[in-house]
């Protein structure tokens, strides 16, 4: 039975080689999609999950409430750990945390790295699963001469973990640190990723103008809950746990869990408002849909092609099989045939994954886990189901005379079924192209708008060693070089990483006011250097003395601060009374995700830490080079790691630009996948009609009127597509859209775009097999056998 | 003279032979003529009809239609030609499932030069004539055979040929409904409609003029 099965089945695929083809074809694109979307969803999902505490873990935030627009944020005072773990018996361990502001240099011997740092309380390596090769977590964290480093570091300085035990290292070529502890390199699927890590506590030593104190938050929190303790126990604990500590702080904290942060990092006012698993859901989505198309793919072509078979279904009743086993033989046939084309896909996916991983930045690999394994089977039965269940109920109902003469008359009820398949299909594709076009035109906003400063040829590195101790000297030498317009200092990154505070005062200030206002600290011929505007007032300059307790704001805070004649206005920031001596245009410093605003700026010799540098457009590798030689002689010992602004501002809209090039993929394929069912589904239309064809030919209707007559029939499929879809992709584009501060309107065009991308690629496959039956003789068509 | 065959021949290729479906056939017929065109399965008869109706092309010889000669002319021009002049009656009807009676009849007038009223016009003659009135929104699963092929043949007629091919037009159908179908091929013929006729039944051929016999191909 089983062989005499493989064997007909074999010899079904030799006869219909077209069929099977699209079908096979069809088939492995869409798994291979969804292979490939498996994967990422997977690690998406299994992101920052990997620690033992997993669910104990949690992340303090804090919630902003008595602005216009409420606000969540992660930064904390660097308090706060130690009071919650003194004042709550349900905290177990409470950590600080906060990364480096730029990377450090680890030196030993002659080899001398830049690291990414992480300060840390110790508990840390208690609470988070970094497993540690050498040392122990009790100890580790302790002692401010100590440092923990990642295994590729010390086999980078020393050759290998043990030989760099008991060993030390130079950090920033002025201090030394003993290693007391070698931890594991840190998997991709890790949101904290850090080099080295050094004990809390030294970081008021790097960085001197951190405050300790309730109301500057610059700290993150990591709590460990006490087995037993639930979220939400805990949330209503430290809800107002901030008033406790000083009386005018409204702010709430909230707790969330940790892995949760990832995937759920959008807040709205004050609201969780999904973030990164939008994508996940939305390529979930994506992946079963295509997946559908070309199932939808093998229901119509099957469908179709029993035509072709009615003899032996027939045959096969006629001869006692009763239907059940012919559906259950339709079913086995969908069946293998997705099982050949998910062995095909495995090892497209696994081809493809190189290129997938460099598309979506991960580091993703195939690997036969169970989980894998039952998600193949299980991806093989459904598929296999979804395909053949239609066709097997639908071909092994014939009826045994009808069949055997091959007299079956179409039913209309299999025709609309068919054609509503069709219309499902691509109106699917057209959502999809529409979703490409908006994403795309909304980044090419994102990177065309405005940003109100010049972010072109501009480099910057950290401040570090001969030059933090003069960096005036090192920036005036530094500006000989020929093709460096303007050199400044400030702190750490541009895009993102701002501080913000509330501790600022201003006349009429409302005492509930705890406006947060980001700020950015520079050097004189910063603004110049950028090419920010000035509205009212002037830039920082050299000419009028010290200007350390003068401030420059942007339009947004001066509006938001209500002041009539800014210039002049004394300000009180952190106790120093300060001036306001310039306004600026507004620009953005962040993604235009987010909205604009209030920020100001202000000069502060001791936190500058990053060099900026314009350079001339002509010859900018010659002067990268220069640049690279002055600075080796200049900063021995420090490599020199330099960065370009505007990567990263292109880092800002990575998520969107990865959907975006996902999406122009996957659109690619449900188009395709759909004009191949089409493609079938053309050749058994012209075939169902070859009679009708036929006659109208010799009742004198030319081959073009033919054409246009087939075309006609699926061009009208995929207008009502175009209806059905148009409306629905509005909803999702308007959606997708109000996530962004900034956005492009839409309009018609995409939507006719879209529409018009379909229809004209329905036509083409069509007409192919349009012209091939008009032009076929009618004689053929005709005889009566 | 309506149209003339001289030496007609036509052939396939199988197995590097040449297999002759037609050999040397000439044929005359002139306005007015019912012809019988008898002989067993396979002897050409059919495809004689196709060639006659332009349907299909040949080999060897020379095709006169009205005096145009029809193997030079270009497909345009020859298709014009059988669209002006030759009807088509099938053995299985071969009416549109998908168009009603009326659409059915009105189908050969699409591509002719003809107004929508004078169309209309023209269906009605049609459905008139037949007695087929009541019939015409029906769709040809709803009709007998004798009935379809009723339809058959005023969808044939109604572009007013002067020749109507009809390829076993009562081999579907019981001998009353045949009698009657032939009764008005005799009435069509009485009226000047040339008519070509491939049957198998001696009786039908007692309604034509002429008969020709043919046998693998040849004329006997």
Redesign the interface.
Known sequence: MFTQRLRLFFRQIKKSKLTFFINLVGMISGLTCVLLIYLWVDDELNVDKFHKNDSQLVQIMQKQVNTDQKRVYPNQSAYLANALKEDIPEVQIAVRTINALYKNTLSHDDIAIKAEGLYADNGFFDMFSFSLIQGTAKEALVGTNDITISRNMATRLFGSVENSIGKSITFNKDETFNISGVFENIVSTSTLQFDFVLPFDLLFKHYPYLYKDWSYSYARTFVLLATGTTLQQFNTKIEKYLTTKSEHNTNLLLARPFSEGYLYGKYEDGVQAGGRIDYVRLFSVIGFFILFIACINFMNLSTAHASLRTKEIGLRKALGSKRKSLVFQFLWESTFLVSIALAVSIVFTIAALPFFNELTDKVMVFSMTTEMLLFLIGVNLVTGFLAGMYPAFYISGFNIVQALTGKLKTTFGGFWVRKGLVVFQFSLSIIFIIGVLVIYKQINLMQNTNQGFDRENIVYFSLEGALKNNPKTFLDEVKNIAGIENASTTNSGFFGGHGSTSGLLWEGKNEDDETQMSYLVTDYDMIELLGIEILEGRSFSREFGSDSTKLIFNEAAIKKMGLKNPIGAKITLWDTPMEIVGVVKNFHFESLQEELKPMFMYMHPERLNTVMLKLEDDNLTTTLDELIKFYEKYNPGFPLEYKFLDADFQKLYNAERIVSTLSKYFAGLAIIISSLGLFGLAIFTAQRRR??I???K?????SI?IILMLSNEFVRLVLVSIIIAIPIAYVFANDWLSGFAYRISLHAGYFLMAGLTALVVALLTVSTQAIRAANE???DA???E | MLLQLNKISKWVQSGGQKVFLLKDIDLWVHEGDFISIMGPSGSGK?TLL?II?M??DFNEGEYAFLDESVHTLKE?HR?NLY?QYIG?V???Y?????LTVKENLE??L???KHGGSERKALVADMLDRFNIVGKKDLFPSQLSGGQQQLVGIA?ALI?NPKLILA??PT?NLNSKQGEEIMEIFKELNNEGVTIIQVTHSEKNTSYGSRIINLLDGEVV
């Open positions: 009679k009708e036929g006659i109208r010799v009742l004198g209707q030319n009127q003789n009618p004689v005709l005889r009566d | 059919s196709n109706g349907l299909d345009k298709s669209k088509f099938f053995q299985s071969h009416l549109i499932d998908e189908m050969p699409l591509y002719k969808r572009a390829d076993e081999g």
